[in-house]
C-alpha cells in the first residue's frame, strides 16, 4: 500500500521553501523486525519494486535474491516524478533541484520512519546515483551501498545526452514520446537491436521492427509518465556529483559501509570503464570495495534483464546466514 509523509518546509538548492508529498511503499517483513533495504527506482520508476506490476521482482519478493521473507524492503517514490498519481505534485520549477536535495528529502523520509541503519541501499542508474547521494549525506547510514549502472558523477557524455533529452522535451511537438525514443538508442546499443530486430519489417505497416519498437516504447511512456516528471528526473541526472571539488577517493573514503560497485560492459549511458576507475580509486584508500561487471549485449538497460548475474553478484550481500552479526543488531540499529 502506498503511504506518503508530508515535509511542510523544505529548503531546495536555490533556496525555495516548499511543502512536499512524499509516498513510499514497504514491502517483505513489517518494520523494525528485520533488516532494512532500501531500493530506489530508476529514471521513469516507481515504488512499485516488488509484487505482480514491480519492475525488480526477479530479484526482490519472496525466496528471491533480496528475500522479503527475510527483510523489510523500503521503495521511496522521488518527489516530482508522479508516480503518486497527483499532477499538483509535480515539479515545475524542476530545474531548481539536484539529486543532494532529493537524497535530504529521502532523509528526512527515514528520519520520519524512525528508520537509523540501512542493510543495504540499492539501485540502478540514477536509483544508483541518489544511493551515492545518501551515504554522501549520512556516511554512516547504510551498511551495503550497492550503486548498479552508474557512478558518482556524470560524465561529460551522460551530460551531453540529457541536454540532447531537454532539447527534445522542450521543442518536440510529441516531446515524452521522441525523447523516449532516444533515450533508447542509449539504453541499449547496436549489438542488442541486431540481435533482437535483424532488420526485419513489420508484416502489417511494412517499418522496420527497430522503429516500430522505439515508437512503441514512447507511447507506452506517453500513457504511464507525466512530461513535468520527464524534464525533473533527466534534470537530476546532471546534477549527479558527490565529489564537487573533491577527488572521488577523498568524498568516497567518508562512506563508512561496504561499497559493491556493479557497471555493465556494454553500457553505453555510464561507461564501465568510469566506474572501473571509480573502483581503483576507491580501493587504494578503502578495504570494503568491490567490483562487478554484468556481461551483456544489452547496455545500460542490463540491470533490468541479466537477473541471473545480478543475482550471482548481490546473493552474498544479501545471504544473512553469512551475515550474523547484522541479523542479530538489527532491531538495536533501528532504534538507535
Known amino acids: 500500500m502506498l503511504q506518503e509523509i508530508i515535509i511542510p518546509d523544505f529548503k531546495n538548492s536555490a533556496g525555495t521553501l516548499q ?19 532500501l531500493v530506489n527506482h530508476a529514471l521513469t520508476g516507481n515504488a512499485d519494486v516488488t509484487g505482480e506490476n514491480g519492475w525488480w521482482k526477479e530479484l526482490v519478493g519472496p525466496e528471491k535474491c533480496i528475500d522479503t521473507d527475510k527483510f523489510t524492503i523500503l521503495s521511496i517514490n522521488v518527489p516530482g516524478n508522479g508516480a503518486g498519481g497527483k499532477k499538483e505534485h509535480l515539479l515545475h520549477n524542476y530545474s531548481e533541484f539536484t539529486l543532494d536535495d532529493i537524497a535530504r528529502i529521502f532523509a528526512l523520509v527515514l528520519e520520519e520512519l524512525k528508520i537509523n541503519s540501512l542493510f543495504a541501499a540499492i539501485g540502478g542508474s540514477i536509483g544508483g546515483a541518489l544511493v551515492w547521494h545518501l551515504a554522501s549525506l549520512k556516511p554512516d547510514l547504510i551498511q551495503n551501498l ?6 558518482l558523477k556524470a560524465t561529460d557524455w551522460v551530460l ?27 539504453y541499449r546499443t547496436p549489438a542488442s537491436f541486431s540481435a533482437k530486430f535483424r532488420r526485419k519489417r513489420n508484416e502489417s505497416n511494412l517499418q522496420f ?14 500513457s504511464r509518465f507525466e512530461l513535468a516528471a520527464y524534464k525533473l528526473m533527466n534534470h537530476l541526472l546532471t546534477t549527479i556529483d558527490i565529489c564537487g571539488e573533491e577527488e572521488a577517493s ?8 561496504n561499497i559493491h560497485l556493479i557497471g555493465v560492459d556494454s553500457d553505453l549511458f555510464f561507461l564501465p570503464g568510469e566506474i572501473r576507475e571509480t573502483y581503483r580509486e576507491l580501493s587504494a584508500v578503502k578495504q570494503n570495495v568491490n567490483y562487478y561487471e554484468v556481461k551483456s549485449i544489452h547496455g545500460h538497460d542490463a540491470f533490468l534483464i541479466e537477473y541471473e548475474q545480478l543475482t550471482k ?7 544473512l546466514e553469512t551475515n550474523e552479526n547484522e541479523k542479530d543488531q538489527y532491531s538495536t540499529l533501528w532504534n538507535r
Open 146 to 151: 550497492i550503486p548498479i549502472a552508474t557512478d
Open 250 to 257: 577523498v568524498a568516497a573514503a567518508k562512506v563508512s559501509g
Open 19 to 37: 511543502q512536499f508529498r512524499v509516498s513510499f511503499r514497504f514491502f517483505g517483513r513489517e518494520p523494525g523486525t528485520a533488516p532494512v533495504v
Open 209 to 222: 521492427e527497430v522503429a516500430n519498437w522505439l515508437s512503441y516504447h514512447g507511447r507506452r511512456l506517453e
Open 160 to 186: 551531453g545526452q540529457c541536454k540532447v533529452q531537454d532539447q527534445i522535451l522542450n521543442n518536440s511537438s510529441d516531446p515524452l514520446h521522441d525523447a523516449r525514443m532516444h533515450a533508447m538508442t542509449f
Open 313 to 319: 553478484f548481490l546473493a552474498p550481500i544479501f545471504n
